[in-house]
């Protein structure tokens, strides 16, 4: 008998070393808990009994989400996620949680930090919520931000053991760490999907980015009888940095779904790399949301899908979505941005151009009159590419930059753009032998974002290269 415990316990530790399974916390006897909404009822939560639940209130009016759920620990407890169990008794479904936050804290007193949000399926199976890491923490708090017709209803809520292969984060290096691995979805205008294999124009690959997921007949689906893989070829039209992508099955019916594929990428669309080999996929109607393997992103142009399998022997796929890092969205950025400062009283031009950084000395400071910035005619203009002229006989002051012309009047508040007129709130004027215009008005006609520091009277001038 020892001899199969020891057997059974291996096994056990295997399939949590795979991720397979994590075994939830038993010992909630010492466990405090509070809710925000039906206090009374929340000691069900953790009294191990999935026929006993906490309901939010009803009443007239209906008190709506969000609920909250904080639970304090006797000691620091490290695990790997939540178990949620909805109510399994009765015949309604109402309360279902279906969006979540979870907040974690170091202490009693501690302020809690959001580690993880998402949404849960709308069924009444047990939900697992895993974190990325092991994470310790004195407290939790469940936030229910979406339930089932307006309610939340919770039958047990308990936390998940730590993972062997996971490593073991504070609350701050996961908050860190997950600000690092926020995704961000790509604008999928411009993106082009081809394959050689199209049933016909009505069910093209192009509608993998049409945006419309749930319609039936706005699908890519193969030509049948195509031998496998059948190929289906992107192009973003730029190069970007990918870190996932979702699969939107086809609605209704699963018969297309891929249940085995590679995904390919590439700068040049002569030579691609593998980005995942033998992928799988569960066939249901659930949306497929795909990190790629260790965090890792991809400078690609071209990505290649080969579908190796699909259900029922046929190939379809909804829609695509195509994720990047936030923090590679904030580089990307960084480096093409263009922007300049300035402050009041102050010769000195701050100019930014991507990774170039430059001082450039104006022959006379910005000044500030009836609430306005005023600017010297020449230095930030110069930098940002416009061209001025200067008609001294009628004081006219034209300035143009790529198809968009100006033209403004010393002492005048009217300015035209093309056939449009404005009416500014403080006339160009002329000031010591120099001539200035205001700062916003022409800034943000130019294109530009343009923000006012009160505190240390500085301008700051923006706009993507």
């Known amino acids: 008998m020892k001899k199969y415990k020891a057997i059974l316990l291996v096994m ?24 925000s909404h039906a206090n009374d009822s929340a000691k069900n939560i953790i009294d191990g009994d999935v026929t006993t639940y906490w309901h939010s209130p009803i009443t007239d009016p209906k008190t709506l989400p969000p609920f909250e759920i904080t639970i304090t620990f ?11 169990v909805p109510r399994t008794t009765g015949g309604s479904d109402s309360g279902i949680v279906m969006g979540y936050n979870i907040y974690l804290a170091e202490s009693d007193t501690g302020e809690f930090s959001l580690v993880e949000s998402g949404s849960l399926p709308q069924n009444k199976d047990t939900k697992t919520i895993h974190f990325d890491s092991n994470i310790k923490a004195k407290k939790l708090k469940f936030e229910v931000t979406e339930g089932l017709n307006g309610y939340g209803v919770i039958a047990e809520l308990d936390i998940l053991s730590p993972a062997i292969t996971n490593q073991t984060k504070t609350i701050s290096e996961y908050s860190q760490y997950k600000a690092k691995t926020v995704l961000k979805v790509l604008d999928k205008k411009g993106f082009v999907a081809k394959s050689d294999s199209e ?141 300049y400062e300035l402050k009041i009283a102050s010769n000195t031009l701050k100019i930014t151009k ?13 000044f500030i009159a009836e609430s306005s910035t005023l600017i010297p005619l020449r230095g930030l203009l110069e930098e940002m590419g416009a061209e001025f002229t200067w008609d001294g006989t009628k004081d006219l002051i034209t300035v143009k930059k790529g198809d968009k012309t100006m033209a403004f009047q010393v002492e005048n508040n ?38 006012w520091d009160g505190k240390t009277q500085t301008i700051t001038i923006t706009k993507p290269l």
């Open 12 to 35: 056990l530790l295997a399939l949590q070393a795979n991720n397979i399974i994590s075994l939830a916390a038993t010992d909630k006897s010492q466990w405090k808990i509070e809710a």
């Open 199 to 339: 049933w016909n124009e009505t069910l093209a690959a192009q509608n993998v980015f049409d945006g419309k997921s749930g319609y039936v007949n706005s699908i890519w689906h193969y030509k049948p009888y195509d031998p496998m893989p059948i190929v289906l070829n992107i192009d973003f039209n730029s190069v970007v940095k990918l870190a996932a992508f979702k699969f939107y099955p086809r609605p209704k019916d699963l018969s297309g779904h891929w249940l085995e594929y590679n995904m390919y990428g590439s700068l040049d669309g002569e030579s691609f790399e593998p980005i995942i080999k033998n992928g799988t996929f569960e066939a249901d109607f659930n949306d497929k949301m795909v990190r790629f393997p260790g965090d890792k992103s991809y400078k690609v142009r071209y990505v290649k899908f080969e579908i190796l399998k699909g259900y029922n022997g046929h190939v379809s796929c909804g829609e695509l979505d195509f994720y990047q890092f936030q923090t590679d969205v904030d580089e990307y950025l960084q480096s093409n941005v263009e922007e």
């Open 414 to 451: 009217l300015v035209y753009i093309g056939d449009i007129r404005y009416t500014l709130t403080v006339a160009p004027r002329i000031s010591n032998g120099r001539t200035f215009i205001p700062l916003r008005f022409i800034s943000e006609h130019l294109g530009y974002n343009v923000a």
């Open 74 to 84: 006797p000691e620091e407890e490290t695990f790997s996620g939540i178990e949620y």
């Open 354 to 366: 991507g990774n170039e950084v430059k001082n450039k000395e104006m022959d006379v400071s910005p």
